[in-house]
Nanobody, 112 residues
Framework: QVQLVESGGGLVQPGGSLNLSCAAS????????MTWVRQAPGQGLEWVSG????????YAANSVKGRFTTSRDNAKNTLYLQMKNLRTEDTAVYYC?????WGPGTQVTVSS
């Protein structure tokens, strides 16, 4: 059974940084492409960033490119999302996802 638990969200000022983590279990994490998606208030799910199996490549949506980076530690079955230069429009619930499954999410609020 796939289990994904996100953490690290919070309130941050515009221009600030935040690092999210996702603890994964119940599947072959080190053989899975992993992604981050988010859902802003009143909006649908938006793909944000992802990484390949070995973690050598990080992909990002145009809206976050150059500001967000996904990495992973396969020894710890953990996915990370480093976010910098945050904007108010980054406010959302962030989920890590695999095979169209995701965890409960962690709230990120960017506000002054």
């Amino acid at each position: 059974q796939v289990q994904l638990v996100e953490s690290g969200g919070g309130l941050v000022q515009p221009g600030g940084s935040l690092n999210l983590s996702c603890a994964a279990s119940g599947f072959a994490f080190n053989s899975s492409w992993m992604t981050w998606v988010r859902q802003a208030p009143g909006q649908g799910l938006e793909w944000v960033s992802g990484t390949n199996i070995g973690g050598s490549i990080s992909y990002a949506a145009n809206s976050v490119k150059g500001r967000f980076t996904t990495s992973r530690d396969n020894a710890k079955n953990t996915l990370y999302l480093q976010m910098k230069n945050l904007r108010t429009e980054d406010t959302a619930v962030y989920y890590c996802a695999v095979d169209q499954q995701w965890g409960p999410g962690t709230q990120v609020t960017v506000s002054s």
